[in-house]
């Protein structure tokens, strides 16, 4: 196990789903997490300083903590990170399975062909440029 597994993305899930529904405006403070996660507070504390500065958490900072000290919301990129966003590359690879599967569906040559060249293309050298394309999308 690491702190990733066992105190960051505990306290990131929690607060993924706490964050999820869309009238979702409330903050919540180091003893609601700490209660909600069932960690210890220097644990949650941790985790938040963490994720804070990977990016994954919005709220209420000062300059005596290294994390917000009210947490109203978290990042695309922290949804990416719990699991509940698609990654560009997941996504070219879903890509590339719905191309291969409407490649082996066809019953005409010339389109299954044309299929199957995508499907090279795209986990060959067109990889890169596929999850560059996607990631700008994304934004």
């Known amino acids: 196990m690491t702190i990733w597994t066992e105190q960051d993305l505990p306290v990131l899930r929690w607060l993924v ?10 903050v919540v403070g ?9 960690l210890p507070r220097k644990r949650v504390q941790a985790a938040l300083r963490n994720l804070h500065r990977a990016g994954y958490l919005t709220g209420i900072t000062s300059s005596q903590l290294p994390y917000p000290s009210r947490v109203s919301g978290v990042t695309t ?5 719990a699991q509940e966003w698609p990654s560009p590359e997941a996504l070219v690879d879903a890509l590339v399975r719905d191309f291969a599967a409407r490649a082996d569906a066809s019953e005409d040559p010339q ?18 440029i596929a999850v560059g394309v996607v990631t700008n999308q994304l934004g």
Request: charged fraction near 30%; aromatic fraction near 4%; proline fraction near 2%.
């Open 17 to 26: 789903a706490h964050f999820e529904p869309i009238d979702a405006h409330d």
């Open 77 to 81: 990129e922290a949804l990416r990170a």
């Open 111 to 128: 389109q299954r062909s044309a299929l199957r060249g995508v499907v090279d293309y795209l986990t060959g050298v067109g990889r890169d």
């Open 30 to 38: 180091l003893d609601a997490l700490a209660n909600e996660t069932g």
